[in-house]
């Protein structure tokens, strides 16, 4: 439903986008997600943009956030925040963005663990975060970290889902460990009995070989906060028209958004001990 052509690519700031925030947040009321503050939305504007003479020239964009909470069971303050954006390219030329892959998939996935912890209280505060505006900057994301809902002292770590469906080459890539090394032991021992096949990687090297600042999840590193990125290489349709739902397998989907959910059942169980790598790693 996400990335039906009737949502016209999700581009941020269009009707297709409403239309997709709205899907998200039935879901979350259906599982009993908590709002965070008075609604499930967070409105921010992010920006300016700027010539390339350092004159304003665009305005300060409007997005919307989607938050929803599970609290955990534990007398604790330590939280994981689960994301994935729900934005993309919307129209160009005449062609609609789907983006079922980019980034549908993550929504999917991580409401799937929010029906989980909604039917098995997680030991710690668990938010959910659905972002606008990845697509521009990670104006979302970017907003989040600048006006957070909770003191980012207390973000012990970040799960990012982004392209989470087409495995073509039947690999699950688990960024971050590079960055966090004590979180290869939680990896390896997932990968062990995972699903799919899932591999420890893209967080070094130049350009598109080290995806630690090409999504969401590059504001939590630069504020210190432990994460893992699960993504899939780039495709033929990455940011083409053609990232279409009928292009997904689904039952390996299914068995990566099962590996993405025992990563945060692990996290989860050992947060404390992740927590601490903001000062070992």
Request: aromatic residues 8%; negative net charge.
């Amino acid at each position: 439903a996400l990335s039906a052509d009737a949502l016209e690519g999700r581009g941020a700031g269009t009707e297709g986008n409403a239309a997709a925030r709205a899907m998200i947040i039935e879901r979350m009321e259906t599982l009993g997600l908590s709002s965070v503050g008075e609604r499930f939305e967070h409105p921010f504007t992010y920006g300016p943009f700027r010539t390339p003479d350092g004159a304003s020239a665009v305005p300060d964009k409007p997005g919307i956030n989607v938050m929803g909470l599970i609290e955990g069971t534990a007398e604790t303050d330590l939280t994981m925040v689960i994301t994935a954006h729900f934005d993309h390219l919307g129209i160009r030329d005449g062609e609609i963005y789907n983006g079922a892959d980019d980034n549908a998939s993550g929504v999917a996935g991580m409401l799937a663990i929010a029906e989980h912890f909604s039917r098995n209280r997680p030991t710690h505060d668990v938010l959910f975060v659905a972002f606008d505006a990845e697509e521009d900057g990670f104006g979302g994301a970017r907003a989040f970290i600048a006006n957070p809902p909770l003191p980012v002292s207390d973000i012990a770590f970040n799960l990012n889902l982004d392209m989470i469906s087409r495995g073509d080459n039947g690999l699950l890539w688990a960024s971050g460990t590079s960055h966090w090394p004590s979180l290869e032991s939680l990896v390896d021992g997932i990968a062990a009995d995972a699903p799919v096949a899932l591999r420890k990687g893209y967080d070094s090297g130049d350009g598109r070989d080290d995806w630690t600042l090409l999504s969401d999840h590059a504001v939590f590193f630069r504020a210190g906060i432990p994460h893992l990125y699960l993504g899939v290489e780039d495709h033929p349709d990455y940011h083409k028209p053609g990232d279409d739902f009928e292009k997904i397998d689904q039952d390996w989907f299914i068995g990566a958004v099962e590996t993405a959910l025992a990563v945060a059942l692990d996290a989860d169980e050992d947060l404390a001990e992740v927590y601490a790598m903001r000062e070992a790693d």
